[in-house]
T-cell receptor, first 119, second 113 residues
Framework: KAGVTQTPRYLIKTRGQQVTLSCSPISGHRSVSWYQQTPGQGLQFLFEYFSETQRNKGNFPGRFSGRQFSNSRSEMNVSTLELGDSALYLC??????????????????FGAGSRLTVL | AQKITQTQPGMFVQEKEAVTLDCTYD???????LFWYKQPSSGEMIFLIYQGSYDQQNATEGRYSLNFQKARKSANLVISASQLGDSAMYFCAMRAGDYKLSFGAGTTVTVRA
């Protein structure tokens, strides 16, 4: 069973550019979440999508956006990149069974991440 | 608001010994889930164990067990018989009223031969 696939794994951009990261969830998983990980701020929630709808959003500026396609694949975009956007961006997918987000059945499975460096 | 606290930035453990990683949490939601993840240097987050707030028994998964003390809002992870491959960053996380997973700052574990 294939895991969560994130592309690209590594990328380098310069300030002011934009970047698009892709995430393919585990087959059958309909929920996709994105997290940013930095040494200073740790792991921070960006947003979560289910059936092409954004259900929850973290406290990030509007430069950070995302979307989910009908096949559950998701992309996130960061426009007008800043040095502080350098981070590991992690995507996670989960089933959506009865019991909701607190159920153990809805454990998040993470991808290997996309490491973004902004110069 | 939900908060996860991991007070141990780093720990050293001898191979084959047990190690306990501390985690305390705060939430006003009576229903929540607690999770532990392992992050090796490769970066991928690996799910280890889950504990629901209404679960009567402590969760166990192989060499991992969760010492859940609800009244103290504590969910410590115990790794028994440590192996060199256990060297990694360990995160405690919680999901409560919303859909997001809130993480603690993490604890780096280094297993010595």
């Amino acid at each position: 069973k294939a895991g969560v696939t994130q592309t690209p794994r590594y990328l380098i951009k310069t300030r002011g550019q934009q970047v698009t990261l892709s995430c393919s969830p585990i087959s059958g998983h309909r929920s996709v979440s994105w997290y940013q990980q930095t040494p200073g701020q740790g792991l921070q929630f960006l947003f979560e999508y289910f059936s092409e709808t954004q259900r929850n959003k973290g406290n990030f500026p509007g430069r950070f956006s995302g979307r989910q396609f009908s096949n559950s694949r998701s992309e996130m975009n960061v426009s007008t990149l800043e040095l502080g956007d350098s981070a590991l961006y992690l995507c996670a997918s989960s089933l959506w069974l009865a019991g909701g987000p607190k159920s153990g059945a809805n454990v998040l499975t993470f991808g290997a991440g996309s490491r973004l460096t902004v110069l | 608001a939900q908060k996860i606290t991991q007070t141990q930035p780093g720990m050293f453990v001898q191979e084959k010994e047990a190690v306990t990683l501390d985690c305390t949490y705060d939430t006003s939601d009576p229903s929540y889930g607690l999770f532990w993840y392992k992050q090796p240097s490769s970066g991928e987050m690996i799910f280890l164990i889950y504990q629901g707030s209404y679960d009567q028994q402590n969760a166990t998964e192989g060499r991992y067990s969760l010492n859940f003390q609800k009244a103290r809002k504590s969910a410590n992870l115990v790794i028994s018989a440590s192996q060199l491959g256990d060297s990694a960053m360990y995160f405690c996380a919680m999901r409560a009223g919303d859909y997001k997973l809130s993480f603690g700052a993490g604890t780096t574990v280094t297993v010595r031969a």
